[in-house]
């Protein structure tokens, strides 16, 4: 009931392609759905988040698009570029609950 | 400049010492996280803290133990009880959630 599911584990994208990272939930309850950008040796920084009242945000290259229905939602980075290659994580949390859940990451490398 | 230090960035330490890693925040918020991370299985919460003077175990709070006796600090103890402590771990801050976890850039530690 607590997990977020991330897939894939690694992806490899060449440059000016789309990169595509989804995640899956179980727990109805969650309502806030951030994800985070870790470049080697550092921490994680928040990237974009999204509640489920929208079914898609986009900021810049990076969109993320939510589907309620199927408890899922997925990161998409157009125009990927070799500065993106990172690893990413989605995360979850619940109104009331003062944690975060998060996937188990996808590392991405694009490609020049 | 507003942010979370971690220190030491790397640490060794022999089998069966206790070790402290230290977390200092200066961005005034009242939530405090320890996450440990290892490859292929994402971020896992050890424990967290929404005020001075209290804080509760995540998904991983066995060998380890915190405090938090000041709003900006919230060290770490891994004792020797943890099992396999060798990890990146990092410490994070946010106001009460819903809103960006601000992590730090992590210790790495090494228990031979």
């Known amino acids: 009931q607590q997990q977020v599911k991330q897939s894939p584990q690694s992806l490899i994208v060449q440059k000016g392609g789309i990169s595509i990272i989804n995640c899956a939930y179980e727990n109805t309850a969650f309502d806030y759905f951030p994800w985070y950008q870790q470049f080697p040796g550092k921490g994680p920084a928040l990237l974009i988040a999204?509640?489920?009242?929208?079914s898609e945000k986009k900021e810049g290259r990076f969109t993320i698009s939510f589907n309620k229905s199927a408890k899922q939602f997925s990161l998409h980075i157009m125009d990927s570029q070799p500065g993106d290659s990172a690893t990413y994580f989605c995360?979850?949390?619940?109104?009331?609950?003062?944690?975060?859940?998060f996937g188990q990451g996808t590392r991405l490398t694009i490609n020049p | 400049d507003g942010g979370i230090t971690q220190s030491p960035k790397y640490l060794f330490r022999k089998e069966g010492q206790n070790v402290t890693l230290s977390c200092e925040q200066n961005?005034?918020?009242?939530?405090m996280y320890w996450y440990r991370q290892d490859p292929g299985q994402g971020l896992r919460l050890i424990y967290y803290s929404q005020i001075v003077n209290d804080f509760q175990k995540g998904d991983i709070a066995e060998g380890y133990s915190v405090s938090r006796e000041k709003k900006e600090s919230f060290p770490l103890t891994v004792t020797s009880a943890q099992k396999n402590p060798t990890a990146f771990y990092l410490c994070a801050s946010s106001p009460l959630l819903p809103s960006p976890l601000h992590f730090g850039n992590g210790t790495r530690l090494t228990v031979t």
């Open positions: 999204i509640r489920p009242d929208v």
């Open positions: 961005l005034n918020h009242d939530a």
């Open positions: 995360a979850a949390s619940r109104e009331g609950a003062q944690k975060l859940v």
